[in-house]
């Protein structure tokens, strides 16, 4: 997809959302919530599904979800990228959905969605394990059969909000390839360990797994395309979140640049400066216009164009967002570095999110195997 363009509901639902998380997600509420082991505000997060109905964005209006797209998901999520809003978003309002509308049974999206476009559940998918690697060929954790349920052992780790959620999603292999399990949060034999990560913002786990029943969900057959697809929704939404990270970066940059004065003078008036927040300019523009075309791709292209435009805005906005957080710190200077002022909070998200579903690196990868280069 090669344009795209919003229309005046999308302006409409960018300036709610704005307006909403500039009051919610503030600097205080954010490094109130980082420190908090829970990660997020519970009455945030009910206004959220009560007030804006957020959680139920893509949910299908016949599971109690507003029935929107990935267009729309994008725009939310840049929202919440410029103000590092602490929530379980990207795990229960985009990641789960995104993989059971993929890969669940229809009784199986009736049970869970509903509770998840109310906000009432938390939900999340296991799938990375041990080795760290994010490629869906690489899961081992194989589904036992016990009577009539299944049974889970192994370990799972870097799941988001995995500490909390109510519902976990597991991709684990049967004879057919790889299947989707439910477990619940407080399953017996299930292990879970909140890690230790640069971004406090977002929260990591690990999961592990003694022996724990499980509820196979998914549709017969190997679902690996499935949750391909599932994730490189995710990774659109995530881009998108990064790009509203990077205009932020240059909207506090600029900002500092025109009010800081040195030697009687504005520091934006000096050369260096101005050359880094032209930078920042181009680069935020690209990332967004990246994040864009992968929004608009996956709300309407298929698995193949999805999955090559998220790995195309992932390997941009990450670099992009990565590069404009470590600017920002220059710009401010000695100030930058200190635990006291945001920029450090933006350059961990930055990091962080980088890593998250694959590096800039791996991406590109996937890229060049795509076009057969």
């Known amino acids: 997809m090669s344009e795209f363009a919003f229309t005046e509901e999308h302006d409409e639902l960018r300036d709610t959302v704005r307006r909403f998380v500039d009051s919610k997600s503030t600097e205080q509420a954010v ?20 007030q804006m109905g957020l959680q139920g964005l893509v949910v299908p209006e016949e599971h109690g979800g507003a029935g929107l797209g990935w267009i729309e998901l994008g ?23 995104a993989t059971l509308l993929a890969a669940a049974t229809p009784d199986a999206q009736a049970a869970l969605l509903p509770g998840i476009a109310a906000g009432e559940t938390i939900a999340t998918l296991a799938f990375v394990e041990e080795h760290g690697s ?60 909140l890690l230790p990560t640069l971004d406090l913002t977002r929260k990591l786990a690990r999961l592990d797994f003694d022996g724990v029943q499980a509820e196979r969900i998914s549709v017969a057959g190997d679902v690996t395309d499935a949750l391909a697809r599932a994730l490189a929704l995710t990774v659109a939404a995530l881009a998108a979140e990064q790009a509203g990270g990077t205009q932020r970066c240059l909207e506090m940059s600029t900002e500092f640049a025109r009010t800081r004065l040195q030697f009687g003078r504005p520091i934006g008036s000096f050369q260096a400066i101005k050359h880094r927040c032209a930078d920042m300019l181009v680069e935020a523009e690209f990332a967004k216009s990246a994040a864009y075309h992968a929004t608009f791709t996956a709300a309407s292209g298929s698995s193949e164009e999805i999955v090559t435009a998220a790995s195309l805005a992932k390997s941009y906005c990450s670099e992009a967002f990565f590069h404009a957080a470590a600017e920002t710190i220059q710009v401010h200077g000695g100030m930058g570095f200190t635990w006291e002022h945001p920029a450090h909070l933006y350059f961990k998200r930055a990091k962080s999110s980088a890593m998250l579903f694959g590096e800039a690196v791996e991406h590109r990868e996937r890229l060049a195997e795509q076009l057969g280069l």
């Open 31 to 50: 490094r109130a919530a980082m420190e908090s082991e829970r990660g997020y505000d519970p009455d945030v997060w009910a206004q959220m599904a009560q």
């Open 75 to 97: 725009i939310v999520m840049e929202q919440m990228g410029r103000t590092l809003l602490c929530a379980p978003y990207l795990s229960s309002a985009v990641l789960a959905p």
């Open 134 to 193: 994010w490629d869906l060929d690489t899961i081992g954790m194989r589904a036992r059969r016990d009577g009539s349920t299944w049974r889970l052992e192994g370990t799972k780790t870097y799941v988001l909000d995995g500490h909390t959620a109510d519902v976990v999603l597991v991709a684990a292999r049967v004879d057919e390839g790889l299947a989707l399990f439910q477990v619940a949060g407080d399953a017996a034999g299930l292990r879970r360990v």
